[in-house]
């Protein structure tokens, strides 16, 4: 007598293949009502990630969708609200109008993340912190915030050209950050990295701007719609270990990510050649120069400091990045434009406060750091008489500045 047949040589294959389909069916509905329960559920009642802030281009520049607020959810547990006015722009007004208040002046601030400001409340901002001091020192002043995630100081001039100068501002002030010279003239393959103004050195060696692209809804826009993808890659902080291969096989970049060649949030491999860094720079600050003097606007840069030096006892020389704020001295003065190192008066405070000036977990100004800078950027204002901004009404109130 043989060997008996395994019981599975006796079911017909057509069973066979729609009992496996009815198992991946199942399998499939499985999985399916696993992920409604934790984006109806979990990830919007019991962990619910940042809101989303939707962009849009409007008039070429890259924006956010106007008349819309987002919740950021922090880990020390606390939130941050961004209400994005009828322009774009995240800010305590619903909307810049373009006339102005007949002798009221009108200060712009122009940069990226650190302008716009999500990590804390829209009144936190330095903008809106430089804002209520100047009111409060009797001058009859206000402040427009521009500031876009990302924006590198090539996308900055865009920016001025495009948008800002049509409210006819009095003063702009630009914050410059470490990551705002290699970003103007390196490519980068990111979600709406496109939408940003660049430089390019033409064969003749002379400087040549490629415009911007008009942001597009697309496959990864659809993705951050779903609260699950946005807790898992963002909250997890997933997306900074995937950031090579994401770079790589989605946008089809190469930012090789290594934590270890980090300092003051941007890659020192990538800020390396500095004489790019000056040429580049060079262009925007001119550029800038050229357009105050067209539109009748008063200029200022404002640099944000090495917090390692500064929470080590250091020179900013000492530290790669450090080569950045020199750069930014050295073109600033050159051309004759108000500047100010946030690094002296971010050592004097940590010395004497011993108070960091960012979250643990998140590189953007805290809402301490907000106010020192509101607090630097006012004094360069009203004393370097390049700005000539307006006295206070009345003599006493120039205390509330002190």
Do not use: C
């Not at 393959?189 to 400087?207: C, P, Q």
């Amino acid at each position: 007598m043989g060997p008996a047949r395994p019981m599975m040589e006796h079911i017909p294959v057509s069973s066979r293949l729609k009992a496996g389909l009815a198992n991946l069916g199942l399998m499939l509905v499985s999985v399916f009502l696993s992920l409604l329960a934790l984006e109806l559920v979990v990830f919007r009642y019991i962990l619910p990630p940042d809101d989303l802030v939707e962009n849009v281009t409007i008039n070429g520049v890259v924006r956010y969708k106007p008349g819309t607020q987002a919740i950021f959810r922090h880990p020390d547990k606390r939130t941050s609200l961004v209400t994005i006015n009828a322009d774009g722009w995240n800010s305590s007004r619903p909307d810049y109008p373009l006339a102005k208040t007949p002798g009221r002046q009108r200060i712009a601030v122009v940069g990226d993340s650190y302008v716009h400001g999500a990590i804390v409340n829209v009144e936190e901002g330095f903008s809106d912190v430089m804002e209520q001091a100047l009111r409060a020192s009797g001058r009859d002043v206000e402040v427009f915030r521009f500031g876009m995630d990302g924006a590198p100081l090539s996308q900055y001039l865009h920016m001025l050209r495009q948008e800002v100068v049509a409210f006819r501002p009095d003063v702009v002030v630009v914050p410059l950050i470490h990551n705002d010279f290699d970003e103007s003239y390196r490519f980068l393959k990111t979600r709406y990295a496109s939408g940003f103004m660049k430089l390019r050195k033409a064969v003749d060696g002379s400087i040549e701007e490629v415009p911007p692209a008009d942001f597009r809804y697309g496959a990864a826009d659809a993705l951050r719609g779903f609260r699950t993808f946005r807790y898992l890659y963002y909250k997890t902080n997933f997306y900074l270990y995937a950031k090579s291969w994401v770079s790589r096989l989605f946008w089809g970049g190469n930012e090789d990510w290594r934590p270890e060649f980090v300092s003051s949030a941007v890659d020192i491999r990538k800020i390396a050649d500095h004489d790019s860094n000056r040429l580049f720079a060079g262009y925007v600050m001119a550029e800038m120069k050229r357009l105050s003097v067209e539109y009748g606007f008063k200029l200022a840069f404002v640099m944000d400091g090495v917090r390692e030096a500064v929470y080590a006892g250091k020179p900013a020389s000492d530290y790669e990045v450090g080569r950045l704020n020199q750069i930014a001295a050295e073109l600033t003065s050159a051309l004759d434009v108000p500047f100010v190192d946030l690094q002296e008066t971010f050592a004097r405070d940590f010395a004497r406060m011993g108070q960091k000036l960012e979250y643990s977990y998140d590189w953007h100004w805290n809402a301490h750091a907000n106010r020192l800078v509101a607090r630097a950027t006012l004094e360069l204002l009203v004393k370097d008489p390049r700005i000539g901004l307006a006295a206070p009404r009345r003599a006493a109130d120039a205390a509330a500045l002190r």
